[in-house]
């Protein structure tokens, strides 16, 4: 079973930057990270866990309309890591940011990390 650790978060002010990382840790010798595809998510105070940001495991990627042009995933391999650069943040993108598998495995969800935008 993978597990996912989230770090990055914090408090930003409108209109700054933050990247956050995703590490995958697993007890399985047959997981092999290269092989996900694997998603940001996050989660705001009221609303339903949305996916923000998907890489595909040959380096794809899509975005959510609201974080188009703000938002960039990228991976690690070899760290087995994911990341997400989020520049421009808005207090709208103040929320609990998750990673995992895309589809989500829901085995997987990991504490997530808080983001929160605000002056």
């Known amino acids: 079973q993978v597990q996912f650790v989230e770090s990055g978060g914090g408090l930003v002010q409108p209109g700054g930057s933050l990247r956050l990382s995703c590490v995958a840790s697993?007890?399985?010798?047959?997981?092999?990270?290269?092989?996900?595809?694997m998603g940001w998510y996050r989660q705001a105070p009221g609303k339903q866990r949305e996916l923000v940001a998907a890489?595909?495991?040959?380096?794809?990627?899509n975005y959510v309309d609201s974080v188009k042009g703000r938002f960039t995933i990228s991976r690690d391999n070899a760290k087995k890591t994911v990341y997400l650069q989020m520049n421009s943040l808005k207090p709208e993108d103040t929320a609990v940011y998750y990673c995992?598998?895309?589809?989500?495995?829901?085995?997987?969800w990991g504490q997530g990390t808080q983001v929160t935008v605000s002056s």
């Open positions: 995992n598998r895309n589809p989500p495995n829901e085995g997987s």
């Open positions: 697993t007890r399985s010798i047959f997981s092999i990270f290269s092989i996900y595809n």
């Open positions: 890489i595909s495991n040959d380096g794809g990627t």
